[in-house]
């Protein structure tokens, strides 16, 4: 699954394992982040690693090893990543403001 999320200006597009990629202007000419056309590998253009200090394992917030350990939720304007592994926890929010050209990702553990 894709889901697209942007303003006149900007935009972004986040899968369901995580790929992706972010544009200004015109998503086809003005790519910021690399972008892969294939559906079976859907690379990453970006990842969020948290490193648990106590164990020192590291927490890829969207991995792309094990698909059935993460959620997705879509909605309007927004995507959500709900994943517990490694101990941890953790919600990652996509979103892309109505007035600003920036993609924003809140992370909370």
């Not at 690379?43 to 991995?63: A, C, D, H, L, R």
Request: glycine fraction near 8%; include cysteine.
């Amino acid at each position: 699954w894709s889901h697209l999320i942007a303003n006149e200006k900007f935009g972004t597009i986040v899968t369901s394992s995580g790929g992706g990629y972010i544009w200004s202007g015109n998503s086809r000419e003005n790519k910021i982040t690399a972008w892969c056309n294939n559906q079976v590998t859907d690379e990453q253009s970006e990842k969020i690693i948290v490193k648990n200090v106590g164990t020192e394992k590291e927490f890829n917030v969207m991995p792309r090893d094990n698909l059935n350990e993460f959620e997705v939720r879509y909605g309007f304007g927004y995507a959500k990543f709900f994943r517990d592994a490694a101990q941890l926890s953790s919600e990652l929010l996509v979103y892309v403001p109505l007035d600003r050209n920036e993609k924003i990702s809140v992370s909370s553990f």
